[in-house]
């Protein structure tokens, strides 16, 4: 999708309900705390109020955190998404892979960022799905962070698939994430099976197509923050 195609892309699909789902998973996509059990019951009735599929697919993840000893979150978690090659959160990997340019797109994903209004902690690596969903989220940069996904779609719907075929509770968020963009067509879907045939750029085609990022287990992960899910940032 080109950036004018994103851009009134962006437009078409903000709104409450967009910002309630993403805000939701946001939160869920976080590394699992006590305090993030303790706002469960605050997703589960701002999830409630939105459309299927997403309501059912996000209660479903919902309902798995809530009933899992936190140790357990905590150790499936990393086993997930900082030990399987196709389960990252850093989406400029799917792009990019461990290559330089990589790490230009994380410097314009920051500026990016700034040019909504937003300034990231320093522990805070602004292609962690959680980081770009919470902005997409945000009343005021909601286009913004919904451009952002945009851009990164393939890698999200790679995602998508590897959570679904791990049986993950996760793959419910990544559901009801993907439902509120426009379907897969034309040069998104020729990337996500690139991707899938293929890995990011710079690994060895037909061996481990996805190599761990370049990031450490837990680097850039957003902490828990106050829930609010009414598309501002606390």
Same mark, same amino acid.
């Given at each position: 999708m080109k950036r004018v195609e994103r851009a009134r892309a962006a437009r078409r699909m903000a709104g409450r309900e967009t910002a309630v789902v993403h805000r939701a998973a946001a939160l869920l996509l976080e590394y699992p705390t006590a305090e993030l059990l303790e706002m469960?019951?605050?997703? %589960?009735? !701002?999830?409630? &109020?939105?459309?299927?599929?997403?309501?059912?697919?996000?209660?479903?993840? $919902?309902?798995? *955190? @809530?009933?899992?000893?936190?140790?357990?979150?905590?150790?499936?978690y990393v086993e997930t998404f900082d030990l399987r090659r196709r389960c990252s959160?850093?989406?400029?990997?799917?792009?990019?892979?461990?290559?330089?340019?990589?790490?230009?797109?994380?410097?314009?994903?920051?500026?990016?960022? %700034?040019? !909504?209004?937003? &300034?990231?902690?320093?522990?805070?690596l602004p292609d962690h799905l959680a980081? $770009?969903?919470? *902005? @997409?989220?945000?009343?005021?940069?909601?286009?913004?962070?919904?451009?952002?996904?945009?851009?990164?779609?393939?890698?999200v719907e790679l995602l998508r698939l590897a959570l679904t075929d791990a049986g993950s509770p996760y793959a419910g968020v990544?559901?009801?994430v993907c439902g509120t963009l426009p379907p897969l067509a034309g040069e998104d879907r020729e990337a996500v099976a690139r991707l899938a045939a293929e890995g990011p750029p710079g690994e060895d085609v037909g061996l481990e197509p996805f190599g761990?990022?370049?990031?450490?287990?837990?680097?850039?992960?957003?902490?828990?923050?106050?829930?609010?899910?009414?598309?501002a940032r606390p």
């Open positions: 469960l019951p605050t997703i %589960r009735a !701002a999830v409630a &109020e939105v459309g299927e599929p997403a309501r059912a697919a996000l209660l479903a993840t $919902v309902d798995a *955190l @809530a009933g899992t000893p936190l140790t357990d979150l905590q150790a499936r959160l850093y989406l400029t990997y799917y792009a990019y892979g461990d290559t330089r340019k990589r790490g230009v797109a994380l410097v314009q994903l920051k500026q990016a960022f %700034r040019d !909504a209004g937003w &300034e990231l902690a320093d522990a805070e980081v $770009v969903l919470e *902005l @997409a989220s945000a009343e005021g940069a909601q286009e913004a962070g919904l451009r952002l996904l945009l851009e990164h779609r393939a890698g990544l559901v009801a761990p990022p370049l990031t450490a287990p837990g680097a850039g992960r957003p902490a828990p923050v106050p829930v609010s899910l009414t598309g």
